[in-house]
């Protein structure tokens, strides 16, 4: 599984951004992919997963400004963020793991991308 994310940088508060995530996945794996961020001093949490019926889970600060989709064509998966605080300040992290929502958003993702900077100010 490798993921790579794209799409950080830098807003000003109330701004938006749309992270992407691009997942080459073979065809026999049957993972998971979620959004996660690392603040600085801070562990790293779950943001938001999409499972494949189409159930979004959010983390409950990010509920209502932050929207996750995907593209299964193109095995994309999208963070549309809107009305950015600077609590959102972090390292944006695409993970992958075996269980779906809630499981992989805390502590269920194995596998992680590089992660891209958002920096809200």
């Known amino acids: 599984v490798q993921l790579v994310e794209s799409g950080g940088g830098s807003v000003q508060v109330g701004g938006s951004l749309r992270l992407s995530c691009a997942a080459s996945?073979?065809?026999?794996?049957?993972?998971?992919i979620g959004w996660f961020r690392q603040a600085p001093g801070k562990e790293r949490e779950g943001v938001a997963t999409?499972?494949?019926?189409?159930?979004?889970f959010y983390e409950d600060s990010v509920k209502g400004r932050f929207t996750v989709s995907q593209d299964n064509a193109k095995n994309v998966l999208y963070l549309q963020m809107s009305a950015l605080k600077p609590d959102d300040t972090a390292v944006y992290y695409c993970?992958?793991?075996?269980?779906?929502?809630?499981?992989?958003?805390?502590?269920?993702?194995?596998?992680w991308g590089q992660g891209t900077q958002v920096t809200v100010s």
């Open positions: 993970g992958a793991g075996y269980v779906p929502g809630w499981l992989l958003l805390r502590g269920g993702a194995i596998f």
């Open positions: 996945v073979d065809t026999s794996s049957h993972v998971f």
């Open positions: 999409i499972r494949t019926d189409g159930t979004t």
